[in-house]
């Protein structure tokens, strides 16, 4: 079964960077895509970049203004995300999610992490 495990949130003050990692194991070929997602309180998931491991193809939604990069090693079949520049803004519980198919940043992928809780302090 693919299992996902996100880490590396944190509490951390604004202009800061984080990175995110997410831990994938179990997929039969790689040419699977990882997302990351971010919920903050009271506000819906939103998908936020993606990355086809396969052929490193990326992309990114406008509102991060260039600030996160995502990428991904396949030796220890490892995405990151690294966060620099953050927020108040970016506070949320991000999520990794994998699926076969191209997903973008939709939420229809079928594997899901659970959460790592990024806060950002002004």
């Known amino acids: 079964d693919v299992q996902l495990q996100a880490s590396g949130g944190g509490l951390v003050q604004a202009g800061s960077s984080l990175r995110l990692s997410c831990a994938a194991s179990?997929?039969?070929?790689?040419?699977?895509?990882i997302g990351w997602f971010r919920q903050a309180p009271g506000k819906q998931r939103e998908g936020i970049s993606c990355?086809?491991?396969?052929?490193?193809?990326?992309y990114y939604v406008d509102s991060l203004e260039g600030r996160f990069t995502i990428s991904s090693d396949k030796v220890k079949n490892t995405v990151y995300l690294q966060m620099n520049s953050l927020k108040p803004e970016d506070t949320a519980v991000y999520y990794c999610?994998?699926?076969?198919?191209?997903?973008?940043?939709?939420?229809?992928?079928?594997?899901w992490g659970q959460g790592t809780l990024v806060t950002v302090s002004s």
């Open positions: 999610a994998a699926d076969y198919h191209y997903r973008a940043t939709t939420g229809l992928y079928d594997y």
């Open positions: 179990g997929f039969t070929r790689d040419d699977y895509t």
């Open positions: 990355i086809t491991v396969s052929d490193n193809s990326t």
